[in-house]
Every structure is written in structure tokens, then in C-alpha cells.
């Protein structure tokens, strides 16, 4: 038993970098689920049943502020992982890694993406508000990009529960994207009265 844990340990201690940057992948991922649903709640007045404006703001908010925070950590953690060693060039330069570079370079990409999107929230809101609007139509972009670069690159979701898991989540994200996308009217002109 001594010796098992021993190896246990020992393993661990090689690979915990690989861990976090597994863990933080997975937050990112709930975080941008959570963020899609709330600002698509925020649109149709769903998320006011539960939180009034102020809070469904800034609960929206704080939700983008973490995911910077997990996609952060997600990158800067590659550095120190030595199961696939990444450079600084080839995490922040898209498709030039060695591993997956197609696939991984989509998460270079939507990294760029949610910099934009968060910065642009943060600080153009109220100022430019048709700046803001459009820079944050790419978020569903960005759910796209995540979406592929999780499944193709995450080695978690190459099989099992939790690729069909992931598969259901992107169900229910289209079916969210389809019903705003509905109820704005992009895809069915409403006629005029």
C-alpha cells in the first residue's frame, strides 16, 4: 500500500500542472456556459424572474471577470506543464502549436475574443453603446470556437459520459442561441404594424 501511494504521489507531483490546466478548462467552460445563458436571459427578461436588472448585470459581470481569470490561469499553466510543453509563441500566436495546432488555435483565437468582449463591457457599455453591441455578437463566435477546441483538443472529451455530456451542452446552447435569436426577430422578419 506504502509503495502505491508512493507512485500516486510521485505521479501527481509530475503532473499537477497538467491538472490545473485541465480544471481550469473545465471553469472556463461552465463560466461561458453560465455567461451565454445569462446575457441570452438578460435579452428575453428570463433572468429578471430570478434577479432584478442591478444584480442580473452584475452577476453577468462578475461571471466574465472569472472567466478571464480561469482562461488566465488555463494558459499560464501550459507554461509549466511538461506533458505537452508549450512556448510563449504558441500560446499566443494562433495555429502554430506543435500539438493540434488547428484545434488549439481556435482557443488562441477565442481567448482574443473574450478580451475584446469583456474589455469592450467594461469600459464602452455606456459610452459606445453600438460599439459594444456588435463587438458582443461575437460571443456566440467565441461559444463556437470554445466549443470545437474543447472537443477536439480536450483529451477528457474524446470519449464516454463526458463527451456526450459535452454533446448535450451544445445542444442546449443552440437551442438558447435559436430562441434569442427567435425572439429578436433575425430569424423571421416581423411584420410591421
Known sequence: MSSYLSAAFTRI???W???????????AVLLIFLLMLSGIGQVTGHMYRLFEPSKAWAI????????CFSIAIHV???????????????LFIPFISHYKSFWVGLGVLSMYFVAIIVASSLNWIDTKKGVWKNLHFTSY??????YFHALYTGTDLAYGAFRAIWIA???VMLLAVVLRLWRSGTLVKKPKS
Not at 17 to 27: C, E, K, L, M, S
Not at 60 to 67: D, F, K, T, Y
Not at 84 to 90: E, K, R, T, Y
Open 13 to 15: 507531483a509530475a503532473t
Open 17 to 27: 500542472p497538467w491538472y490545473i490546466v485541465r480544471g481550469a478548462g473545465f471553469v
Open 60 to 67: 453577468h459581470r462578475a461571471l466574465a471577470i472569472a472567466l
Open 76 to 90: 499560464l499553466f501550459l507554461l509549466l506543464d511538461h506533458t505537452l510543453s508549450f512556448s510563449l509563441p504558441q
Open 141 to 146: 463566435l467565441v461559444l463556437v470556437l470554445v
Open 169 to 171: 451542452i451544445g445542444v
